[in-house]
């Protein structure tokens, strides 16, 4: 992989030297040009220039969350004209995906009206307006068309280049089924780029969008490494921000004129005042629309930063006091068991295990959108033979983890467990039930996240049990009781086995009498 400077250029150049403004100020006649805001010369700099050695674009998947009034049409226009003209892809299918028909002819008109003001571009490609197709003169194979969610079944498009128009709004079966047919028509091409643009929306509304969006937040953060073919961006403000200080309105608007780009945030000011003035379904709506803040977004538990304090090796494990958790999942799933270690001192030492069953790997990592094959490779995740769980290979784990250390307890799940229980209970193990509910997790639900605030876990950089903490949010009860909220395992790609696990193992522990020099010694929280 490497950058290609040259091609890097020539992407930008495309967009300053043939596309046109086709609205707005920038299409005041002498002053159209389309020079790149710094935003989007970025991507694209970063999407055309980034090869292979054969010189292909290594970018397959290109996100770009940004709130509206951007550009991200007339940016997503320029790169569906880019692709038809420059990429030379042989049979060159470009189309924009919406949801409906009125959103899809969108880019589809700014794309339209950049040919006709271009004279290179006129002369090339005709404008078919009936049917919303862009078609090569010379070659009527290579096309740029847009179709929408619910229109006509597309069965058979074999895309080089799709445009996601608005993914927020892709809902229901229809649009999942759309999503699909264009991302699997897209095998065989050699240089295939699906461009996602998107505002934000609400997580339960929008589940396609929000596992993007998920997945490009975790690559950000950390949480799971880079992968080279998919590029996300992420523009908005955060949980915790002051809405009202404009140096928040420039963090998330990245088209402000403060930012080098064209909107006024004189203009994002008086939006503001309006929906203050208006009330909170208003304030909710510029905070969405404008600052990129998922709608009744459940709040993450604990942020990568305060979980990497406890990056560091395990003391000695050996005589110490050992409290097992475990999350079996359902057959085709990932199941948990968590050791937690208490010291003298105050701290924990954790060390967690992994299971799936072997032949749901490959399509787990598709749908959850993670490395599991590379954490298999490394040893984080152990395998079964075949497409479902063997509760054996973790009853020969646990019988282990008896043997070696001074386990005490293993804290389970009884709605999940009850065979592979009476099988350790039998073989000498101390199992011990824990109830699902709020008041018998909640005091382990705020240690959990008060530990590694106060740097006292080490888990050595373990990345499945890192993503899982990631993954965690909680609910309460109104009464000061927290838990975790387990994800639909249909539905959500969220994993959250390892957190409770160790959630129970912590319940567990907390309940014990106190031996000696403890962290809970002088703690009005301790349990007694």
Not at 177 to 190: E, N, P, S, T, V
């Amino acid at each position: 992989m490497a950058f290609d400077v040259a091609k890097a250029d020539r992407a930008c150049n495309f967009f300053e030297s043939v596309l046109k403004h086709t609205k707005g100020e920038h299409a005041i006649k002498g002053q159209d040009s389309f020079l790149l805001l710094p935003w989007q010369e970025q991507g694209i700099s970063h999407v055309f220039g980034t090869v292979d050695e054969q010189g292909y674009r290594v970018v397959r998947t290109w996100y770009d969350e940004v709130p509206k009034k951007c550009g991200k049409s007339e940016t997503a226009a320029g790169v569906a004209l880019l692709v038809l003209d420059q990429d030379g892809e042989p049979g060159c299918e470009v189309y924009s995906a919406a949801s409906t028909k009125d959103q899809a002819s969108l880019v589809f008109k700014v794309a339209a009206a950049m040919v006709r003001k271009s004279t290179y571009l006129n002369k090339k490609y005709r404008i078919i307006d009936s049917t919303k197709v862009i078609v090569s003169r010379t070659d009527p194979t290579c096309f740029y068309r847009a179709i929408a969610c619910d229109g006509d079944s597309h069965d058979g498009v074999n895309p080089h280049c799709v445009i996601i128009d608005e993914l927020h709004r892709w809902k229901g079966q229809k649009a999942l089924d759309l999503w699909a047919i264009l991302r699997k028509g897209q095998i065989a091409r050699r240089q295939p780029l699906t461009y996602i643009i998107t505002t934000a929306g609400v997580p339960d509304e929008s589940p396609l969008c929000w596992q993007e969006h998920e997945y490009v937040r975790s690559m950000l953060e950390g949480v799971i490494e880079q992968n080279p073919a998919y590029y996300g961006r992420i523009w908005g403000a955060g949980q915790e921000d002051d809405i009202s200080d404009p140096d928040v309105w420039a963090k998330a608007i990245p088209s402000l004129d403060v930012n080098g780009g064209f909107l006024p945030i004189k203009a994002i000011r008086e939006i503001y005042e309006e929906a203050k003035n208006k009330g909170e379904s208003e304030l909710s709506d510029f905070c969405r629309y404008h600052l990129n803040l998922w709608g009744q977004k459940a709040k993450r538990y604990i942020h990568p930063s305060v979980w990497a304090t406890g990056d560091k090796p395990t003391r000695p494990l050996i005589e110490r006091p050992c409290y097992a958790g475990l999350d079996l999942s359902s057959s085709i799933d990932l199941s948990a068991l968590v050791l937690v270690f208490p010291d003298t001192d105050g701290t924990y030492d954790i060390l967690p295990f992994f299971w799936m069953p072997e032949d749901t790997v490959k399509e787990r990592e598709i749908k959850d959108k993670v490395p599991y094959r590379d954490w298999v490779k490394a040893g984080y995740i152990e395998t079964c033979s075949g497409n479902v769980i063997d509760q054996n290979l973790i009853r020969k784990r646990i019988l282990w983890a008896h043997e070696c250390f001074a386990m005490r307890e293993l804290a389970y799940d009884p709605a999940m467990a009850t065979q592979l229980v009476i099988e350790l209970d039998n073989e000498g193990v101390n199992v011990v039930p824990v109830r699902q509910n709020f008041l018998t997790l909640s005091e382990a639900t705020k240690k959990l996240k008060e530990l590694p605030m106060q740097k006292k876990f080490r888990h050595a950089g373990n990345p499945v049990m890192k993503w899982n903490i990631d993954c965690v949010s909680v609910k309460s009860d109104g009464l000061d009781n927290y838990r975790p909220v387990k994800p639909n395992r249909a539905s959500d790609p969220k994993r959250i086995d390892g957190a409770m696990a160790l959630v129970m193992a912590l319940q567990r522990y907390l309940l014990q009498p106190v031996e000696g020099p403890s962290v809970w010694a002088n703690s009005a929280t301790a349990v007694m």
